[in-house]
């Protein structure tokens, strides 16, 4: 058999090998966005039942996770990938990871929402934390799309709005605080507020996290606790 | 006057002669100065450089690429050249054509309030419209990704996976705005897909807004009129009052039962609409419904005199006890109401191949045919007069329609005026659960 037609053959699969892999991470990533829609509208609509099933789900986000990492693993073991393709991998394990706890973050926006249902709805209906929702959510919505499109540009301009996230995150928290301190009976409930905008901002890190992965993977720098400007200086270049 | 000869002459005769031409010129001319032979080579060579030069002029022509005339050359070579003009410029027009329409198509497309996104057989984005790339955020420079790595609904990833494209599917979407998108697949060419999709944001809230406006009205014309039944109820049972009155009050609470029906039926198609889109999978005793359902016929004050009511399976459905029973309820109810005491009542339940069936026969009045396709719209009426005197709400076939949908199942309806109706309902087979069939408990 001619040699170079089996290193072709077996690079082909490893290629679709990764294409899989890729694919089944942004289904995940496309089922924790609908959590997270979900738990959010269960929030701002008072629907208690839509905050269970919110939690119950979880479980699906959890067992893809376990699958992908599975299938990263026999990748890593049978096929022994090196360079840009070793950092897809171990850029693919770590984006799993936060993906999974962003599901988490979501079951907790489920049960604090069907806990919330009962309770009497403020009469601005959440408008700050529906705000903060919509925000959190292109976040997760546009890491998601820098890396089904292994952008880094476009990764970075995202990672820098996470400011903006907590920024919200800062100034719900300082009004939550007066509304305790207005009036003691609001406090079970405002504190169950905080819980979901604390999982949103929590939400948000996590689809920074994405973001700087995907720039690893596209110029093999760890960006990880680095100053996104310093970020620009090393990606601007080939980035052009 | 050679030329057309040597045509007359056909392939082989036109090449001899001028052949035989070319050698005899030459052999003259030798022959005048001595050496036949040498003049015969002369006469060729000559003739041959003469081709090989017309030979590389078309070739210089070709080259240049000049289609607006054709050089003007007598002879074949001539010919040829015309030949190959006409060619190119055939070749030419029907490009630019093709062009045209393509231009105007992708235009078109590109102008379509909805979006459209073609797909390869690997569902990799090959193209896609303004449109679609507002509604499902795209960008220019995304043709060759997978379409399910950028678009990640999880129901539009399983849409796209299970390759069930019969109806398209209802999105809410995350996108620029919050709202609903309606997406279709349609397969064409060699395993190529075409997306499409529809903002339906203003559609669906409309939708909700009627669905929420019945809801709500029939529940508000509850409570009044519960008040006044129970007064009615009262003043009919009273002695003390004028016998002149007892008519109309009798009447006033006949009257009063109908509107309470209407406003239930009304509340169970609203419930059934904010149901979820499938009915729940509970194994549903049908065999226990039609016992029921055939006690209640018989219960009636006037019933047809020969009632059947059979269930030939024992087989379980999967589905919504409630909705099954009030579905079947309304199709032996309305068979019982439109048929006179001296017709026939038939129902039966079975299972075969196809899935499970359950059909209404009777010898009533029977519906005329153009009537039959719009007989399950809420509110329609055959015969305005008719249905009143029957006391039926108009919606006991917009119920069973509804229900049958969430059982996955449709209804089939067979009727000629004056001989009877059929009513037969089809559920699909993995609705059914089978059991094992025991000899002689078959049938009711």
Known sequence: MDPADLSHHTSRRFNEDLERVRTRVLAMGGLVEEQLLRGLTALVEGDSQLGQSVAIEDRKVNALELTIDEECSRILATRAPTAGDLRVIVATIKIITDLERIGDECEKIGIAASRLAVAERPSDHYREVRHLGKAVQDLVHDALDAFARMDAGHALNVARRDRIVDDEYESIQRQCITFMMEDVRQIRRTLDVMWVVRALERIGDHAKNICEYVIYMVHGKDVRHTSLDSVESVILPRSG | ?444
């Open chain 2, 1 to 444: 006057m050679i030329s057309r000869a040597v045509r007359n002459l056909g392939w082989t005769g036109g090449i001899l002669f001028r052949v035989g031409l070319t050698v005899l010129i030459g052999a003259l001319l030798g022959f005048f100065i001595g050496r036949p032979w040498t003049g015969v080579a002369a006469a060729l060579a000559v003739v041959l450089a003469w081709q090989w030069r017309r030979r590389l002029q078309l070739l210089q022509w070709l080259m240049r690429n000049s289609s607006d005339s054709a050089p003007e050359w007598r002879g074949q070579w001539g010919e040829l050249a015309t030949a190959m003009l006409r060619q190119l410029k055939r070749k030419q027009f029907h490009k630019s054509q093709l062009l045209r329409v393509l231009r105007q198509l992708r235009q078109s497309t590109t102008a379509l309030p909805d979006g459209v996104v073609l797909l390869s057989p690997k569902a990799e984005i090959q193209w896609f419209n303004d449109a679609a790339m507002r509604l499902l955020r795209l960008a220019t420079s995304d043709q060759g990704l997978r379409i399910d790595n950028l678009v990640r609904y999880p129901e539009f990833v399983s849409y796209l996976r299970d390759g069930h494209f019969e109806s398209p599917i209802l999105i809410r979407s995350i996108g620029p705005v919050e709202g609903w998108l309606s997406l279709q697949l349609v397969p064409f060419g060699e395993g190529q897909l075409l997306l499409m999709v529809r903002d339906v944001t203003s559609q669906a809230r409309l939708d909700a807004m009627r669905k929420d406006f019945i809801a709500n009205a029939s529940h508000e014309l509850r409570s009044p009129l519960t008040v006044i039944s129970g007064y009615l109820e009262t003043l009919t049972s009273d002695d003390t009052l004028d016998p002149l009155l007892s008519g109309p009050l009798v009447e006033m609470r006949r009257q009063a039962q109908r509107m309470n029906g209407i406003v239930e039926d009304l509340l169970s198609l609203s419930r059934l609409e904010a149901a979820d889109r499938e009915a729940p999978r509970e194994e549903v005793d049908v065999a226990g419904i039609i016992g029921q359902l055939k006690k209640d016929v018989l219960a009636r004050a006037v019933h047809p005199q020969e009632v059947m009511v059979v269930a030939e399976s024992q087989a379980k459905l999967l589905g919504d006890t409630l909705q099954i029973h009030s579905a079947f309820h309304n199709l032996v109810d309305n068979a019982a109401k439109y048929t006179p005491a001296t017709g026939s009542l038939h129902a039966r339940w079975w299972v075969d191949a196809d899935g499970a069936h359950f059909a209404v026969r009777d010898t009533g009045i029977g519906i005329p045919a153009e009537h039959i396709p719009r007989l399950t719209e809420r509110f329609y009426r055959v015969d305005a007069g008719r249905s009143r005197a029957t006391g039926g709400s108009g919606l006991g076939l917009a119920i069973v329609k509804h229900v049958l949908q969430r059982h996955g199942a449709t209804l089939e309806i067979r009727s000629s005026e004056g001989k009877g109706s059929e009513f037969i309902c089809h559920f699909p087979p993995d609705r059914v659960q089978q059991v094992t069939l025991q000899p002689g408990t078959n049938a009711l």
